[in-house]
């Protein structure tokens, strides 16, 4: 299984980004899709998820109002769209894959990395 996570980058204060997440090796539609970001000295905290089916998804508080989750099941990706981001949203964000719809970090697959960096 390989997850590679594109579309990080620099941005203001304010500004938006959409991450990505191509996933291959894995039957796409069958795997709960996460999004986890961890920022230097931090623990990786979860962000959000999508059911393999794309009908159900899960946020954490911190972010809800702010990102929006979505899959392509033909494309074996999924998308983290980013808005009105803030500079505590820098961290490297991971895009994770398990059979499970969870929030914590037991995903069975992860991906490498983008690194988000928010200026002010």
């Known amino acids: 299984v390989q997850l590679q996570a594109s579309g990080g980058g620099l941005v203001q204060a304010g500004g938006s980004l959409r991450l990505s997440c191509a996933a291959s090796?894995?039957?796409?539609?069958?795997?709960?899709m996460g999004w986890f970001r961890q920022a230097p000295g931090k623990e990786r905290e979860f962000v959000v998820s999508?059911?393999?089916?794309?009908?159900?998804?899960r946020y954490s508080p911190s972010v809800k109002d702010r990102v929006t989750i979505s899959r392509d099941n033909a494309k074996n990706t999924v998308y983290l769209q980013m808005n009105s981001l803030k500079p505590e949203d820098t961290a490297v964000y991971y895009c994770?894959?398990?059979?499970?719809?969870?929030?914590?970090?037991?995903?069975?697959?992860w991906g490498q990395g983008t690194q988000v960096t928010v200026s002010s």
């Open positions: 994770a894959a398990d059979r499970r719809f969870l929030t914590s970090t037991s995903y069975a697959y």
């Open positions: 090796g894995l039957t796409f539609s069958s795997y709960v």
């Open positions: 999508i059911s393999g089916g794309g009908g159900s998804t």
